[in-house]
């Protein structure tokens, strides 16, 4: 079974349109995966979805069926999910789980049509904003229609964004590199920054929002010299004195025919792209790299979601003394949870190194075993586990296993917070 799960997905999970790409080991690229509506292959899926009640069937929001008579319309799915345990209809209530996961699961089933026997290795998802319940809600979806938890990653726009940047050629991030946001009266700048006086180098990103009160929609019907002025202005005040020689547009604002010239007058010292499915793209990038397939081992992505440091235990085993790593510099810290058994030989302490790559330092912190005392030797055996509570917090449980009939473990478990 496990041989089967090759596909390597990313999902742009939007408010008004969700997209999918699927990694291409022939050409290296992601693909766009789509659906057919009227013959053609669409790859923009409106974020909704239609409800018969009567006879429990679901649609896609602008096929022929959502048009019948007593069909409900879920044209605001993901906010209404966001917001409420229940969405209600007039008369008709449902789960927002429930929707959720009728959604995903029919995004999902698209892959079947391109890859009809393959499974899913691993599945990044990229939203807006990263919410508890929202991440609840994917996670558990993905686990019931049989993707490992280990083969699910939710992350946010920015994380994507730097994913894709550095998956381009190089020559396009040998400097910083800007990405611009317009989507209703929201602008937004994210800047990625790279250091690469250290091995290996990191990637840094700061986003800000530049929109300065403008409302930008009304802007618009002022005509296009006004709001093209405007995104100019803002613009050029975010890069000033900034060495950014790439920079990317997207967004539903900068489809208008306003941004033709906006565009060709930042174009000016740097190189512009524009596109809509630059989040979904990095999003496959990052389903790459997490899954062991990936080549910017020579880069170190950092952002506030991500831990800055490398957690290792200092084990014996395999006839030679070895670093076991638990945590990832790099990694999400809402996404690790990793652990190791260990059985001690004639040890009162355990040693737990931190090393902050960005600080270049190593910190040895020592757990004490006392609560084993006056056991034999080698006849304990427990768990140490390393969650993180934020990106600054390390959670290292020990839970006492015993040692089978022997040694009946105590249920015993000691807990500490190390700051990092």
Request: glycine fraction near 6%.
């Amino acid at each position: 079974m496990e041989e089967d799960r090759k596909l390597l997905v990313g999902i742009d999970l939007g408010r008004e349109i969700t997209q999918m790409h699927c990694f291409d080991f022939t050409s290296y690229e992601p693909v766009p995966i789509g659906r057919k509506v009227h013959g053609e292959r669409v790859y923009e899926i409106p974020t909704a979805l239609a409800v018969n009640p009567e006879r429990g069937e679901w649609y896609w929001i602008d096929e022929e069926y959502a048009k019948r008579d007593g069909v409900i319309c879920l044209n605001y799915l993901l906010a209404d999910v966001m917001r409420e345990d229940m969405i209600t209809v007039g008369r008709y209530s449902v789960e927002s789980y429930q929707v959720l996961k009728r959604f995903i699961v029919k995004v999902l089933s698209l892959l079947k049509e391109y890859y009809p026997a393959e499974m899913i290795r691993k599945l990044v998802i990229a939203v807006s904003k990263k919410e508890d319940r929202l991440t609840e809600y994917l996670t558990k979806i993905c686990q019931e229609i049989g993707i490992p938890k280990n083969g699910m990653v939710v992350q946010n726009y920015r994380q994507s964004y730097m994913y894709y940047a550095v998956s381009q050629p190089k020559e396009l991030w040998n400097n910083n590199v800007g990405l611009f946001e317009l989507n209703g009266n929201t602008l937004l700048y994210t800047q990625i920054n790279i250091d690469r006086k250290t091995i290996p180098c990191i990637i840094g990103a700061v986003s800000r929002d530049i929109s300065d009160g403008i409302h930008w929609e009304e802007l618009e019907r002022d005509g296009d010299a006004h709001i093209s002025y405007a995104f100019i202005n803002a613009a050029n005040t975010a890069l000033h004195k900034q060495l950014v020689t790439t920079v990317y547009v997207t967004g539903k604002g900068f489809e208008k025919s306003w941004a033709n010239h906006a565009l060709q007058e930042l174009c000016v010292g740097r190189r512009v792209f524009r596109g809509q499915n630059l989040f979904t793209k990095g999003a496959c990038y990052a389903a790459r790299e997490l899954s062991g397939e990936g080549k910017l081992d020579h880069c170190l992505l950092l952002d506030e979601e991500m831990i800055a440091c490398n957690v290792s235990i200092r084990l014996y085993g395999d006839a030679s003394m070895q670093e076991v790593m638990l945590a990832k510099a790099g990694s999400l810290w809402s996404e690790i949870d990793s652990s190791v058994d260990v059985i001690p030989d004639d040890e009162d302490e355990m040693q737990i190194t931190i090393q902050d790559v960005l600080k270049h330092e190593t910190k040895a912190h020592m757990l004490s075993l006392s609560g084993f005392a006056g056991r034999k030797n080698k006849m304990t055996r427990f768990t140490i586990r390393i969650r993180f509570a934020d990106s600054h917090t390390c959670i290292v449980t020990l839970k006492d296993n015993g040692f089978g009939e022997l040694c009946p473990s105590s249920n015993r478990v000691w807990e500490r917070y190390i700051t990092v």
